[in-house]
């Protein structure tokens, strides 16, 4: 734990109204891949907590299991996310609220309680994480134990002397497994959880979900198609499994929400899923982006790349040095450093060749499109955003902000 990931810990705790009081020298951050979770409500086996004083934790305001009681429900569950692949879903909200994107730098934090119905959990909580087999996503979980819940406050302003808490992470350098879910329970507590679900469908708490639709994933691969009189964005979605389950065409000044009814017209006619879309980095298309045009969704051009690379060689020699690269850079992410020096002389050095210090056309391009410096999921995500950004400059449009995927 250094001074920067103890001011990401003190900033959490600031936004409750709370007071770090107690932490650790480690905490984990987990590159996780697999099959997507089932729907659950998080918990922590308080044994785990050994270190901690939890003398102020009263466990008949706590939810827990019948099998054992001091595996308990957090007061607050927060998830920090490292890069943009998959997201957590919670599929008894709302829609426009069931599926958060990740995105390197998001936090999502969410209240698993309705104070006046403790120590019974809020079923609204239950959610689940996207993983793809071959695109790690990294997060970092933490919970935040207390006897009610503390205000929320954006500006980190108190309203009133804080309740005792402690903000945790969760696992052990032995058994990291973060929060508890399904495939860490036995049957007697599935069946506990599923009764538990059923007894609140009954008393009316789960208006927004009669029944839990599984979900259909869909990697989207598009290209533009421009044999017509305009643009057109042609997107082919196929599933987990590689097999091709739709292609659909759009004009480029579409609304992605015209796709995904296209999409879900073709795939599931009967609406017996939860369509996810999937862009081949494993960045979620979630609901908040579609009001975006497919213009949005386009392939950077080897055109756009080119007088990318014209714009940025300042003395026109027909080369790019560290310093024309390292403005570009801040040109194209000037409000969000995105690398620091070292990571750009070594991202450089990766790219340049012929080892002669600086980049030609052909060594340009293949760093935005055939570098290997770093994991195919990351690149492929980098390469994108490289691409789209540097379209906007060549248009004169404001620049497009890059997020690096990776640690921080």
Request: net charge negative.
């Amino acid at each position: 734990m250094d001074d920067q990931s103890r001011e990401l810990f003190e900033t959490i705790a600031g936004l409750w109204g709370l007071n770090l009081e107690q932490s650790r020298d480690k905490f984990t951050v987990s590159d996780i891949c697999g099959e997507g979770q089932s729907p659950h409500i998080d918990h922590i086996n308080l044994e785990d907590l050994a270190d901690y004083n939890l003398d102020f934790l009263d466990l008949d305001c706590q939810s827990s299991a019948k099998q054992k009681p001091r595996r308990v429900v957090p007061t607050i569950s927060v998830v920090v996310y490292f890069n943009a692949v998959g997201g957590i879903r919670f599929p008894y909200a709302p829609d426009e609220f069931g599926t958060i994107a990740a995105e390197r730098g998001r936090i999502v934090m969410f209240e698993n309680y309705r104070d006046s119905q403790r120590p019974d959990h809020d079923a609204l909580a239950a959610h689940y994480g996207l993983y793809f087999d071959s695109l790690p996503k990294r997060i970092l979980v933490m919970g935040i134990l207390a006897n009610e819940t503390p205000p929320f406050s954006a500006d980190g302003t108190r309203s009133k002397i804080p309740p005792p808490s402690l903000i945790y992470c969760p696992g052990t350098e032995q058994d990291p497994l973060r929060h508890d879910n399904p495939s860490y329970w036995g049957a007697a507590e599935l069946e506990e959880m599923e009764e538990q679900r059923r007894r609140e469908a009954e008393q009316d708490k789960l208006k927004t979900a009669t029944f839990l639709q599984g979900d259909l994933i869909l990697l989207l691969e598009d290209m533009v198609d421009h044999s017509g009189e305009k643009e057109v964005l042609v997107v082919t979605g196929r599933n987990l499994a590689g097999e091709e389950l739709c292609t659909v065409r759009g004009g480029l000044e579409e609304k992605v929400s015209c796709l995904r009814w296209e999409i879900k017209k073709v795939v599931d006619p009967e609406d017996k899923h939860h369509v996810v879309l999937v862009r081949p980095s494993g960045r979620l298309i979630a609901l908040d982006q579609d009001d975006s045009l497919l213009r949005d969704l386009r392939p950077g051009c080897l055109a756009d790349v080119k007088a990318a690379f014209a714009k940025a060689d300042l003395n026109k020699d027909g080369f790019l040095d560290k310093s024309e690269v390292k403005e570009m850079l801040k040109a194209l992410a000037k409000d969000l450093p995105i690398m620091s020096d070292g990571e750009i002389d070594k991202l450089f050095d990766a790219v340049d060749a012929n080892a002669d210090g600086r980049l030609n056309v052909t060594e340009f391009i293949d760093w935005c499109f055939g570098a290997k410096t770093m994991d195919d999921a990351e690149h492929s995500d980098l390469k994108g955003q490289l691409a789209r950004a540097k379209a906007s400059l060549v248009k004169g449009l404001p620049p497009a902000k890059i997020t690096r995927t990776g640690s921080s």
